[in-house]
């Protein structure tokens, strides 16, 4: 910062106690100038933009190779002083004060406020983030920028499937040093849960086996990232919960109740270089024997979120995108072989949809979370 430039920077008015936005709310707040002299400014501005990315590396023998990838989602651009003959951002919108004047290129030495407001997209973005850039000639630019927290709503027409409730399946015969049969039928109440919610699991099962048998719960997360038509897959434990043990020759109804917890991430269904998803298995332990397990899809919303088909949410702009036909299912094999690495391949990713909101996901993949688990 130049000894002109005592100091820049860009606030954002809060709208509520988290500090969150999303769709359709207007982001409101000022960039803060403090001048220790006359300054001459060529441009003042405040961009707000959206974008994610990815990053891994991985080595092919004595070869370390990047992969990498960026989507752009928009950008706008609002000045407060702007040159006359700048030609490149003439359709950006040029603000002005509060008795409708232009501000002045000449800035007296003190502390100086410029108020902005943008409204958010219908359809939410990754990273939401201001970034306010100051120009003067013969100097380099000075520049201030802070993130947005923001929030995805959920589409009407998606909460049919959220509220959906989910069943399955599974019956296996003893081998070895078991004989008989297990088996269980597991439903849970929906596919849509919000932060810190409990996911309701109704098993009803059957242990004809010689031996006792327990009913065990697991929620995890697969993060899957996309570069150069690759994908680096990782998957990783979140919580994990044992049931009461079943007799031998007993058939019995287990509900339980798995917490999700209030600080999980969200779902990310609709990026084109970035999943989220999670899944609740549930599995019998059955001693010297392969245990039989279900797995369902579960879509983690934020905890401001309300799943009621009594009461739908009027919401509108972003929903989540199941199904996105340019990526790969849970279980999808490789396309080919590729390196020593947990790497999956999936079909290159086309135009980019609407992604979900900052702070979901790790902006690069954390290479210790990867594994052969899938």
Request: proline residues 8%; glycine residues 6%; positive net charge.
């Amino acid at each position: 910062m130049s000894s002109t430039v005592k100091n820049i920077s860009v606030n954002c008015n809060a709208i509520n106690e988290k500090n969150t936005f999303t769709s359709g709310d207007f982001v409101s707040g000022q960039i803060t100038l403090e001048l220790a002299k006359d300054c001459q400014i060529d441009s003042l501005s405040i961009k707000f933009k959206g974008k994610a990315e990815v990053l891994w590396t991985e080595r092919h023998g004595n070869i370390t190779v990047v992969y990498h990838s960026k989507d752009k989602y928009f950008s706008i651009k609002q000045y407060f002083i702007r040159e006359q003959k700048g030609q490149e951002d003439d359709l950006q919108a040029l603000l002005t004060d509060q008795s409708g004047k232009a501000y002045c290129n000449v800035v007296a030495p003190g502390c100086h406020v410029y108020p902005f407001t943008f409204q958010i997209p219908a359809q939410g973005k990754i990273v939401y983030s201001l970034e306010a850039k100051l120009s003067r000639s013969m100097r380099i630019d000075s520049k201030a920028s802070t993130k947005i927290n923001f929030v995805s709503r959920v589409d009407p027409d998606s909460i049919l499937m959220l509220m959906k409730p989910q069943h399955e399946s599974k019956d296996k015969k003893m081998k070895f040093l078991n004989s008989g049969t297990v088996g269980m039928d597991v439903n849970i109440e929906k596919m849509g849960y919000c932060q810190g919610e409990g996911i309701k699991v109704v098993a009803s099962i059957q242990n004809n086996s010689s031996r006792e048998i327990k009913p065990k719960y697991c929620v995890y997360r697969k993060h899957s990232f996309f570069a150069r038509g690759e994908r680096r897959v990782g998957t990783k434990d979140l919580l994990k919960e044992v049931g009461e043990p079943i007799p031998p020759s007993a058939n019995q109804t287990v509900t339980r109740v798995i917490n999700i917890p209030p600080d999980i991430d969200t779902s990310i269904l609709n990026c084109s270089i970035i999943k989220a998803e999670y899944r609740l298995r549930v599995y019998l332990d059955v001693k010297y024997a392969s245990d039989p397990e279900i797995k369902f899809p579960i879509v983690i919303l934020p905890a401001s979120q309300v799943l009621a088909m009594e009461q739908p949410p009027a919401y509108a702009g972003f929903g989540l995108a199941f199904g996105n036909p340019n990526q790969p299912a849970w279980n999808a094999a490789p396309q080919h072989p590729f390196a020593p690495q947990p790497v999956e391949h999936p079909f290159a990713p086309q135009p980019v949809e609407p992604p979900p909101p900052y702070g979901t996901y790790e902006m690069y993949p954390s290479l210790s979370d990867f594994d052969k688990k899938c």
